[in-house]
């Protein structure tokens, strides 16, 4: 598991990095390598122990086994204050008492940093999150977008060798959180920082990251790139999580001297690259965007059009099949769309679908 | 709406604010009777003080005596001394209290509150009885050091500053935790570890930004505690010599005594006048609403940067400390010490009143300590007093009455305050308040010199009167508590499914406070339980009280009946805050 960078040393290396509650596990015993300049997201949803990991990185939550090494050096016991790590809150933690700027001075002044030289970084920072004007505010005298942006400020003027980010956008609107997602990506680059970031939402994980670290379950479910997991998901939970998926389980048959997936829904053709068969039963994933209506594929599939949904770009439409499993497909814009109700025919070409167990 | 021109005309020529009442109207009946027993009374106390005895006509002599003569001046300095000190002392021992407190999980921190609760709201009677017994020069320490061998002599802990010390401090330390405590509560935990992760150690995350943060508490305690120590007597009558006379026995002795109103008017002046600077000194530095949870307004300039400095010279001074003890006692050592203290504090403001109890059901004719033997002859002693008896059936009678109506009048009082959004609200609110600031001697003189003129002395109707006044804003704190958590949507719920503002008031909201009235009148009921300022002036003669018939006891001489007394009066309140704090938190 070496970062995509992988020529020069990892930034940050977790080594059986875990966390038990007495009989109660928050995180199994984990792996994880992130390199320098990286944008890492951890995904997961609440419970599947991302937040955990974050917070035995920088030390927040005391390990029960492993270590954490930064640039090569062990701070398994290290204590939070001396691990040069940033952490950007979830609802932002700034204080209330201090003014924006001596929010953001904070860290540099418990470094013992000269005046002269807090100053211009401040300076620096709340220019890099466009607050300059604001520096005088008292936090709650902020709207939440600008508090997050102090925040932010905050975490970046001291330059720590890693930062963590936990679910930072999850108290704002839809429309900012999508602004702040271009101005996190821009900071990041600009910065060229190495950044952990924990959210539960798939497509800001999507939009934002070099690599996924998907979890379920206290532990590392899928990790890789965007496209990896999304193109090529290893787990039934992989697939269902992230994106739209229609899972189709069965059987493994043998016909026509080929091995095939048997299901309640027909007898299907396995993508080439299938891996060889480890138990008897597994699951094909079938993405809506490689579904296509009409009979012109080498697997295909009919059933009754339940629910047609318009959504611009393109239509969304919902087939019950006869034991009640609904099946997603996505027509791109200018397709015409089947009526509701009415009997409809689709396939996909086996190379498109996944084969996970 | 607009579709319906004709609506308006149907109610006619009503005025607005008929059809239309304004929940403030529901404070009225309070606003009324506190300024007829509370604010005329203390106002025209104060007048007193400036007005000659004789003719009435304005005279500054009264002043002109108290800056003239060494005796007064002398207690006035010790009263602010002793006043100060308690504050002083009060934070420095709560405050880690408070910290503990603060941070446990919310189930156990109910529980361990209960320890400072039940201190707070035992009979200061009890406590001052307790103490006595544990100091005196045959006490329990004394027997504790003399039978160790560790002392061959009785150590003079009682009748001395020290004495009285120690008494103020454990009566006011639960005031101060339990003022300190919601704004503790409210510090976001989140704000220390940022503080960390952002480099800031331990120490420097504890005193820049959780104590800074947590100071409108502090302060807020501090002024409460000094306030409340202005007007104490019970504690230096007993526990101090002569040189510790405070303020407020002068004013007893004043007016029981030597029945110079004017004086007296002049030295309860002098003691509000104090507490009004005290706030006033307050509101400045940190605005008088956070007293009430509001929040701190944050200073500019110079001074400001100058407490941030100072807290980062402690930041680091308490920091070498800890460096220190953990090279002394380790890690783990580190982190019990605050527990540790934490439960030292608890025994200190436990125990004391515990050990009242066994002597309650001594065999012994003295209150020796451990008791020879144990018997119910002082329990028999005191069911068969008569005097004993109808004091305590009136006690009953007068906090009944007392709990009704401080209910009522706090109850509406916290709906028409919770239900408006009137500017006024905060200044009616403080009102409400004023009772539990201003000194219960001033009220008391003040209400005496009232009831005088209206032949409400010695009456029961004058008693339930002067304790529905104290008890008024414990009533208003509780039920407002409740209000503020109440989903105010589910009246408009009510209100739309078809009900009336009097049906939404008895089947949605009162079943749905009803915990926390329970609880006000509890609390109401307590607070006139173990009255005693007020009881001194106003139940005369045969017409006493529980606590003013132990106060007329222990001034005479101490004996084994007052321990049963004491006994009954702990069980009956302790029994009493329980169930309020159950309903309190059920509602």
Known sequence: MTGMRGESPPKLVVEGLCKRYGATTALEPTQLSVAEGEFLTLLGPSGSGKTTLLQLICGLVEMSEGRVVIDGRDQSDTPVHQRDIGLVFQHYALFPHLTVEENIAFPLKMRGRPSAEVKQRVADALGMVHLGHLSGRFPRELSGGQQQRVALARCFVYQPSVILMDEPLGALDKKLREHMQIEIKRLHRESGATIIYVTHDQEEALAMSDRICLMNHARIEQLGTPRDIYERPRTAFAADFIGISNILRGAFVESQGRRMLKTAHGVFHLPADAPAPGAEGAALVVRPECLHLGNGSDNSLSGRVSEVVYAGSETRVIVTLGEGQAITLRLPAGVPAPTLGETASFGWDSDRAVLVP | MSAVPAAPARSGGMPAWLRRPNALWLAVPGLIFLAVFFAYPVGELLSLGLRNPQGGAFSLAAFQRIASTDVYLRVLGITFKIAGNTALWSLLLGYPLAYWLARMPDLFRGRMLLFVMVPFWTSY???????????????????????????????????????????????????????????????????????????????????????????????????????????????????????????????????????????????????????????????????????????????????????????????????????????????????????????????????????????????????????????????????????????????????????????????????????????????????????????????????????????????????????????????????????????????????????????????????????????????????????????????????????????????????????????????????????????????
């Open chain 2, 125 to 587: 009677l009890v406590k001052t009885f307790a103490w006595m017994i544990v100091l005196g020069r045959s006490g329990v320490i004394n027997n504790l050091l003399m039978g160790s061998g560790v002392s061959d002599q009785p150590l003079e802990l009682l009748h001395n500053e020290f004495g009285v010390m120690v008494g103020m401090v454990h009566a006011m330390v639960p005031l101060a935790v339990m003022t300190m405590l919601p704004v503790m509560i409210n510090i976001d935990g989140r704000l220390v570890q940022a503080a960390q992760t952002l480099g800031a150690s331990p120490s420097h995350a504890f005193w820049l930004v959780y104590f800074k943060l947590s100071l409108p508490g502090v302060a807020a305690a501090g002024l409460l505690v000094f306030i409340s120590s202005l007007g104490f007597f019970i504690v230096p009558a007993f526990l101090g010599g002569r040189r510790e006379t405070m303020l407020a026995q002068l004013i007893i002795t004043q007016v029981q005594e030597l029945l110079n109103w004017s004086f007296a008017g002049a030295l309860a002046a002098m003691m509000l006048a104090t507490a009004l600077i005290a706030c006033w000194i307050y509101d400045r530095l940190f605005g008088i609403s956070t007293i009430s949870g509001g929040e701190a307004q944050e200073g500019k300039g110079r001074i400001r940067d100058l407490g941030l400095a100072i807290l980062a010279l402690l930041a680091r001074a308490s920091g070498l400390v800890a460096d220190t003890s953990r090279k002394l006692i380790g890690k783990a050592g580190n982190r019990v010490l605050l527990p540790v203290f934490a439960w030292l504090m608890i025994a200190f403001l436990v125990l004391p009143t515990l050990l009242v109890i066994p002597l309650g059901f001594t065999s012994s004719q003295f209150l020796e300590f451990p008791p020879p033997g144990y018997s119910l002859q002082w329990f028999e002693t005191y069911f068969s007093s008569p005097l004993w008896i109808q004091a305590t059936i009136r006690s009953f009678l007068v906090a009944t009455a007392t709990a009704f109506a401080a209910t009522c009048i706090g109850g509406f009082a916290a709906l028409a305050l919770a239900h408006s959004r009137t500017r006024w609200g905060g200044l009616i609110f403080a009102f409400f308040l004023a009772p539990m600031i201003v000194p219960r001697i001033v009220i008391a003189v003040g209400l005496f010199y009232l009831f005088a003129k209206l032949g409400l002395v010695a009456t029961d109707l004058g008693l339930v009167i002067g304790h529905t006044v104290l008890a008024i804003p414990f009533a208003l704190v509780t039920v407002s508590a409740i209000l503020k958590t109440y989903d105010v949507r589910l009246d408009q719920a009510a209100a739309t499914l078809g009900a009336n503002r009097v049906r939404t008031l008895t089947s949605v909201t009162i079943p749905l406070v009803k915990g926390g009235l329970i609880a006000a009148f509890l609390f109401a009921f307590i607070t006139s339980f173990d009255e005693l300022t007020i009881a001194i002036f106003v139940s005369g003669g045969i017409k006493t009280t529980l606590p003013k018939q132990m106060w007329d006891d222990m001034i005479l001489q101490l004996n084994p009946t007052l321990a049963a007394v004491s006994v009954v009066v702990f069980v009956i309140v302790t029994v009493l805050l329980l169930l309020a704090e159950r309903f309190r938190r059920v509602s």
